[in-house]
């Protein structure tokens, strides 16, 4: 079966991280990719634009497996123009179909500020004294127990959106759902601690 890319629609998800060592037996494949280069493409899905960056580095074991993937409105300005087709970017991820990775996650949310939950709000307190004030437009909490590790929140220039970085640590095989279940280990980190998004 084709790899499956995560939907970007309906959902704050902004930006998808999968970065991971890869556990690879087979030298030809070792070898064949530390011949490959960085690729990136655009997709569609569901209606939506989103990027896809490969970028498979490692001279040596344990190679090295990093993919992005982000909604159109993860980018401020103009989005990049990407080089490559998908069934290139496709092509290499599949190749690696089967091989187990140790994979750093992290999924990237943007929401409205006044949907941040309590917990979060109630730690952005503001001082000032004379013409100098403070505020906390940021922090970071860690979590146990759980594949998520460590939530990071920061508040935009607007002050109006709020970003709610999760960040988890898998254990996973390669396959046609890998990307997409990653997507969901962090869908429901996030709908745990930001309910109704």
């Not at 995560?6 to 087979?26: K, Y």
């Amino acid at each position: 079966m084709p790899l499956r890319l995560p939907d970007f629609s309906n959902t704050s998800l902004r930006l998808l991280t999968a970065c991971g060592e890869l556990q690879i037996v087979d030298r030809s494949l070792a070898k064949w990719l530390v011949s490959q280069k960085r690729l990136q493409a655009r997709f569609r899905n569901s209606g939506r634009t989103g990027f896809i960056h490969v970028n498979p580095t490692g001279r040596r074991p344990p190679q090295h497996l990093h993919i992005d993937l982000a909604a159109r409105e993860f980018f401020r300005k103009k989005p990049p123009k990407p080089p490559n087709k998908l069934s290139e970017v496709k092509a290499l991820i599949q190749r690696l179909f089967h091989q187990t990775i140790e994979v750093r996650a992290r999924g990237v949310y943007a929401i409205p500020r006044d949907h941040l939950p309590e917990f979060i709000r109630s730690a952005i307190v503001e001082t000032q004294a004379a013409d100098v004030s403070l505020r906390t437009t940021g922090g970071r909490l860690a979590v146990r127990g759980a594949p998520v590790y460590g939530l990071w929140w920061w508040l935009d220039e607007d002050d109006k959106t709020a970003w709610i970085e999760l960040r988890a640590r898998l254990k996973r095989e390669i396959n046609e759902s890998y990307l997409v279940d990653i997507r969901q280990v962090l869908d429901s980190a996030f709908s745990a601690l930001v309910p109704g998004r």
